[in-house]
């Protein structure tokens, strides 16, 4: 590997920017000591909503023929949580130090999506002056509802008319559709209970689970389901809390259940037991674990039906992922997603999460429910005859990679994109499926090798 890239492999990867903590450092050291140093000045501009912590970066590099289309190169900075650092196996020293083994490079956001940046931004180091003008950017907050790409579109700096390539990982293939995403939170207020009037010492009941990303649910293990199920009829058990999952486009691969009192037996799916060191004297009411358990079925159950099949997808279908739950003295919240395929309208979802909520209501009438859908994002589709996917061609062509093209489960900028009057594609370096938002997230160094030629053909193109 070329050692300018390994460096900054490197670097990027050891920059923490998980998007609840932000994107200013990552990008604040991409713009004053990856850029600035070979002359590109980039702006960095903070989030006018989201606080000065998240950043976005922007560098425009003039092209020598400006009646072309400009080209945007975006990718997202910004990585989910690592989650448990010991899962982590083959990054022995944590997530935020990188790991070379042989073709693999362990790290978060080695594939989602950090290193199709520095690919990006070394093609255009080298490039000199490229034909078209170009928009390199990196935004924040793509894991929390694309945000940092809905403010750059409503700005308005994006061209019209501009090629845009969308980073994620796509296996070098070009994407010219993606699913949409919704986000929803279920909140139940209930009056606890403490039959004894007194406090109980606690033990901690573990579900162990396995993450994954959401978009592909049957490759985790999801710890939030396994709990409800194991508590629906738990009447023995004086649940004092339950807390699972970190963010909701991830399998939540652990789910911790607080028991108050003497823990008998330990219910079925759960891995573990733990002693608490407080005491504790309100607990929940142990129909909630029983309306809980019927709003998750109803809902596994609409994502099998809703729609038809894409086969084009993996899965096919429109998937739902319940990603975390919280829960206090007198109220439990319940974030839940679903992934649309193209063809799906989203009142469909936004209908069957109303007739789920309507069930509960009946089945539960003396309890206090209440959902929000709390983003929306646009599924994409766009044509391999349309002129960005045939630029993204040529330029496989010429870095002699495989003319290859595809679509993506997951949900993407390019939506957003597409909606500002800009004309994207997705791709990226590295594995997707099974790899990222979970531990021993890697990308592969022939791949973004591979896109680093892929980007340099681009901006001679």
Known sequence: MDPQLLEWCRRLLACRSVTSEGTRDIVQLCAYELLQPHHLEARVVPSQSEGPSQTNLICIVRGREHECAPLILNTHLDTVPPGDAASWTECPDGPFVPTFKGERIYGLGAADTKLDFVAKTLALIECGTPRRDVYLIGTFGEEHGLVGAKELAATGILPKGALAFI????????????????????????????????????????????????????LGVNAIQLAVEALRDQRDLHVASINGGDVVNKVPALCKVTIGGELVRVPVGGTRVEPGQHRVTDFVPYDVFSLLSMFLDRLATFAKRAGRPEPDYAPPTLTFNPGVIRSNRQSISLEFEFRPPPSLPLDKIRDGVAEAVGLLSRSYPDQKINVTERRANPAFRSSLEGETAELAMAALAAANLPLEAGVKAGCT????????????????PGPSTGVIHAPNEYNLVSEVEGAMRFYRELLRL
């Open 167 to 218: 980073g994620e990982p796509s296996r070098l293939q070009i994407i010219t559709a993606h699913k949409g995403l919704m986000v929803f939170e279920l909140e139940i207020d209930f009056a606890s209970y403490n039959e004894a009037q007194r406090s109980f010492p606690v033990y901690h009941l573990i579900f162990e689970g396995r993450s994954a990303h959401s978009s592909t649910p049957a």
């Open 413 to 428: 900028e390019a939506g957003v994109y597409a909606n500002a009057g800009v004309s994207p594609v997705v791709f990226g």
